[in-house]
Each structure stands twice: as C-alpha cells, then as structure tokens.
C-alpha cells in the first residue's frame, strides 16, 4: 500500500465532501425551485467544498506547533512546522485546486449547449 498524504492531508477529501454536500443540499434545491440547470448549482457545491478545505487548512495551520531544536555545538537554532499534503500537494493549495474546477461544469454546460 502506498501512502498517498503526510500528515493530516487524509482530512483533504474528508472536509471537501462535508462542504460538498451541505452546499448541494441547499444549491440543487434551489436551482429545482428557480428552474435553473445543474451547472450552477454544482459550481456553488464546488465551491462548498473549497471554502470547508480552505477552513480546514487555516485550523490545521493555526493548530501546529513549531518545534525548536538547540544545536548544542553551534548554538544555533532550528525551527520545524510539520508539513501535511494529499498526493504530494500541500493541504494550503487543495482550496485554490478544487475553486478552480467549479468554473467546469460552466464549460460542459456551453460545450452541449452547441
């Protein structure tokens, strides 16, 4: 088996399908009382699931503590955060990946549209 996160990375899918599903809960009732079509509705669950993974990263971020490490030869000191990803990706960046896809469905929409 390989591990594919480091960290608290395996919360990455965990936050973003929390956020996904609350937000299609209230999005897709919404575009099937307005008559709207599904890709803003899923654009909006999308950006559901950015905004829960963006709140995860800033509560992962402020709850790390930096480790300091003495030299005892040098006297220097050294600092060290953990460090958590999800297939080698930096938590801090999964918002900015799943905010970008939300913009998807708006093409698939126009493509079939034609």
């Known amino acids: 088996m390989i591990i594919i996160w480091k960290g608290k990375g395996w919360l990455v899918p965990l936050a973003a399908m929390l956020g996904f599903c609350v937000s299609a809960s209230v999005a897709f009732s919404a575009a099937v009382a ?23 990263t800033r509560w992962i971020t402020r709850r790390d503590e930096t480790r300091e490490l003495l030299d005892p030869i040098t006297g220097e000191v050294s600092s060290f955060r953990p460090k958590h990803s999800l297939y080698f990706i930096p938590v801090a960046a999964w918002p900015y990946i799943i905010a970008a896809t939300a913009v998807v469905p708006f093409f698939v929409e126009a493509l079939n549209v034609a």
Do not use: E, H, K, R
């Open 34 to 56: 307005l008559g709207l079509g599904i890709a803003p509705p899923l654009a909006i669950s999308l950006l559901g699931a950015a905004g829960a993974t963006y709140t995860l």
